[in-house]
């Protein structure tokens, strides 16, 4: 029983610290110095339950993807940024909330968590309509 239970904790505290490494690697630059592409922006908050799912669900499969080197994904805390200075064509009103941005302008958003396979549904759709 008692190796059950360090099991268990063991488990845990492996979880708990993959999630913070995944928080250290991606947190990036709240803005880019010089955006000339497509990217997608990624606004959570510290205060968010549903956007550690986006670093945890999604984010590994999307750098597996084929895309994730032509439309890099970038993490934003939105408690450390000035939102009106990102391209935004409306306010942000839910958490998370995947911006696709080209050139410093938003294209179109997935507002809310979806799971996976819905976010890369949307996406596909999102890319479709940037390119067009």
């Known amino acids: 029983m008692r190796s ?3 099991g268990f904790f063991s488990l845990g505290f492996i979880m708990l610290a993959a999630q913070q490494s995944l928080y250290a690697a991606r947190d990036l630059t709240p803005a880019a110095s010089n955006p000339t ?11 968010c339950d549903y956007c550690p799912l986006i670093r945890s669900n999604i984010l590994p499969a999307y750098q597996r993807s084929s895309n994730a080197k032509d439309v890099p994904m970038r993490f934003v805390n ?3 940024v000035d939102t009106n200075a990102m391209g935004l064509s409306t306010p942000l009103r839910i958490m998370p909330t995947i911006v696709l941005m080209n050139d410093g302008a938003e294209v179109d958003r997935i507002s809310g968590y979806v799971a996976p396979q819905m976010f890369f549904h949307a996406f596909s759709r999102m890319i479709g309509d940037a390119q067009n």
């Open 4 to 6: 059950l239970i360090f």
């Open 37 to 47: 592409s497509l990217e997608l922006v990624v606004f959570e908050s510290p205060r």
């Open 78 to 80: 939105l408690d450390a």
